[in-house]
């Protein structure tokens, strides 16, 4: 690793040559008829973006009934390509890889790297807070129900499922349970405030707290003795005026339509208890041509696909190769699979990094060998 950090280095100093590729204000844009993606990504993104939102929508619509009037127009989402950006002409929420902003009417995500491009679950996510204030722009949820069926959409299929919102929150309310912090009353009273960008909790971490009530809102949506009851309550939820429910009344009325919460605890833990993860599908296998395909996104999703294990010694040159891609989504790419490469193929390996040919194939990289 200590001989592969200038390369890495001097790699990553190339790609911020070429950022340029890339402005913001050039971005891309797709429209829909419910959405328009703004992204600075490649143009299959977007498409792919905007074809998993509209899908969701679906799903909203039949849940929360359809929006009427102007609340009709499209909906807004940028697409940031890295975190920096996010955080900076995004306004994003510091930790986090999406939010949405009332203000702006808008959401913003992150996408650095791709990741979670699959599904794209945290879209999902915030594109749910935009539907429900949308819907009802007046209404002040209860945190635990916003964030709760926020996640129980993240699958972008029918949400009565566990499927991929599984992967994402599974994990992290069985460990909350197994921790004895899975307290129904403590969940049904915490409010989440953004305050300076920052996720404000009382009582869990963000991530524990989103898959807590999760499970609590999959529990009692699915469920065969709550989920007729529940649905009472999202219907009294949804049609307050005047600011909607605080949290310690929306507590009330879930008593009162669900029964005991005491009881209903007992039978979320079993709930949690009983859920199984899927298994995660298994990654596509990587070709040689797949690496010289003729469109940047091409190349950039077989480079993700081998990052997720050891890379076949016969592919190293060909992924070094990449190091030299006019995109710099894609360069950044191998970059990040350069230690798979070596994890795989060894001495050998860094013996090709280290050949004369790449050296001065690549000005920034035989500067950066030059200088060590």
Not at 89 to 108: K, N, P, S, T, Y
Request: with cysteine.
């Amino acid at each position: 690793m200590r001989r592969l950090l200038p390369l890495l280095l001097a790699s990553a100093a190339l790609a911020g040559e070429r950022l340029d590729r890339h402005p913001w204000v050039g971005a891309v844009e797709k429209a829909t008829e419910r959405y328009v993606v703004e992204t600075n990504v490649f143009p299959e993104v977007a498409d792919d973006l905007a074809a998993a939102l509209d899908e969701a929508y679906v799903f909203f619509q039949d849940r929360f009934g359809p929006l009427e009037g102007r609340a009709r127009r499209p909906m807004r989402v940028a697409l940031f390509r890295t975190g920096e950006e996010y955080m900076g002409a995004g306004g994003g929420v510091e930790g986090a890889v999406g939010h949405f902003d009332g203000a702006l009417d808008r959401c913003a995500l992150v996408w650095d790297g791709g990741l979670g491009e699959t599904g794209w679950p945290v879209a999902v996510h915030e594109a749910c807070h935009h539907y429900l204030r949308r819907l009802h722009p007046d209404l002040r949820l209860p945190s635990w129900y916003g964030e709760g069926v926020a996640c129980w959409f993240e699958g972008v299929c029918d949400p009565s499922t566990v499927r991929s919102v599984a992967r994402l929150r599974i994990g992290s309310a069985k460990a909350a349970l197994a921790a004895g912090d899975a307290a129904i009353d403590r969940v049904l009273t915490t409010r989440a405030v953004v305050t300076e960008g920052r996720l404000q909790l009382a009582h869990f971490p963000p991530a524990r707290f989103y898959a807590l009530s999760w499970s609590l809102v999959h529990f009692l949506a699915t469920d065969p003795l709550t989920r007729n009851a529940f649905r009472r309550f999202e219907m009294r939820l949804l049609a307050a005026r005047g600011g909607g429910f605080t949290e310690v009344r929306a507590r009330r009325i879930l008593e009162e339509e669900c029964g005991d919460l005491a009881e209903l605890e007992r039978r979320w833990h079993a709930h949690i208890e009983g859920l199984e993860r899927p298994p995660e599908p298994a990654a596509a296998p990587v070709y040689r041509w797949d690496l010289v395909l003729p469109r940047p996104h091409a190349r950039y999703a077989a480079l993700r696909r081998l990052g997720g294990g050891p890379v076949p010694a016969d592919l190293s040159d060909d992924v070094v190769a990449l190091l030299l891609d006019p995109d710099v989504v894609v360069l950044a790419g191998s970059v990040g699979v350069l230690d798979e490469i070596v994890t795989a193929a060894g001495d050998a390996m860094m013996e090709r990094l280290e050949g004369a040919e790449h050296r001065s194939r690549t000005p920034v990289v035989a500067a950066s060998y030059g200088a060590d």
